[in-house]
């Protein structure tokens, strides 16, 4: 089955700086590979999401690049602001109907 | 975008009891939901895929006769924490997509169970 790593694990970044979040995946057969933001007790919200067609897609401060040769993918924050912070988790996908497998998430800080 | 409703969002229970959560699709039909478990600081683990009108399918280390999952329509999948004890503490949290080729899941808003 799917396997997917993230890293890092905890990233600290200062206000206005960038931060990047950097995920594999061992399942070649994948095509969708969304990014979520997940706060304290809450569900996971979708902020980004790509498709195995596209090689990058942008959003505002959030871009995600796709590489799959390599079977990697990455998430861009540009321009970072305190209420960037939260825990951040990459994800990937087989098939339409089936489950998504997350990364162990990477809990982005964000300082003033 | 299609909703996700999650019932209850918090549950405080007795060890040895057992406990039902709701998930249901409000506004599309799910012949498969899937069911999540996230302990503090780590990362959603799936546990079990629910199929309508079938055997949920469950993932290696999920025990299927504590963690019964039911999914009689398709708007409605449960899960029942049987015999509940403190080790079972954790967020649940369910998801859903309307299919028709679309991959995108949409998560309930999770339960937060707590076993005494």
């Known amino acids: 089955g799917e396997n997917v790593e993230q890293h890092p694990s905890t990233l600290s970044v200062q206000e206005g700086d960038s931060a990047v979040i950097k995920c594999t995946y061992s399942?070649?057969?994948?095509?969708?590979f969304p990014w979520y933001k997940q706060e304290l007790g809450k569900r996971p919200q979708l902020i980004i999401d790509?498709?195995?067609?596209?090689g990058e897609k942008k959003d505002q401060r959030i871009a995600v690049t796709l590489n799959k040769t390599a079977k990697h993918f990455s998430l861009h924050i540009t321009e970072t602001q305190p209420e960037d912070s939260a825990v951040y988790f990459c994800?990937?996908?087989?098939?339409?109907?089936?489950?998504?497998?997350f990364g162990k998430g990477t809990t982005l800080s964000v300082s003033s | 975008g299609a909703v996700v409703s999650q019932h209850p969002s918090w549950v405080i229970c007795k060890s040895g009891t057992s406990v039902k959560i709701e998930c249901r699709s409000l506004?599309?039909?799910?012949?498969?939901m899937f069911w999540y478990r996230q302990f503090p600081k780590q990362s959603l683990m799936l546990m079990a895929t629910?199929?309508?009108?079938?055997?949920?399918?469950?993932e290696q280390g999920v025990e299927k006769d504590k963690f019964l999952i039911n999914h009689a329509s398709l708007t409605l999948s449960t899960l029942t924490v049987t015999s509940a004890h403190p080790e079972d503490s954790s967020f649940y949290i369910c998801?859903?997509?309307?299919?028709?080729?679309?991959?995108?899941?949409?998560f309930g808003s999770g339960t937060q169970l707590s076993v005494l």
């Open positions: 506004d599309f039909q799910a012949t498969t």
């Open positions: 399942d070649s057969a994948s095509n969708y």
């Open positions: 994800a990937a996908i087989g098939q339409a109907g089936t489950a998504l497998i």
């Open positions: 629910s199929n309508e009108g079938s055997k949920a399918t469950y």
């Open positions: 790509i498709r195995s067609n596209v």
């Open positions: 998801s859903a997509s309307p299919g028709t080729g679309d991959e995108k899941l949409f």
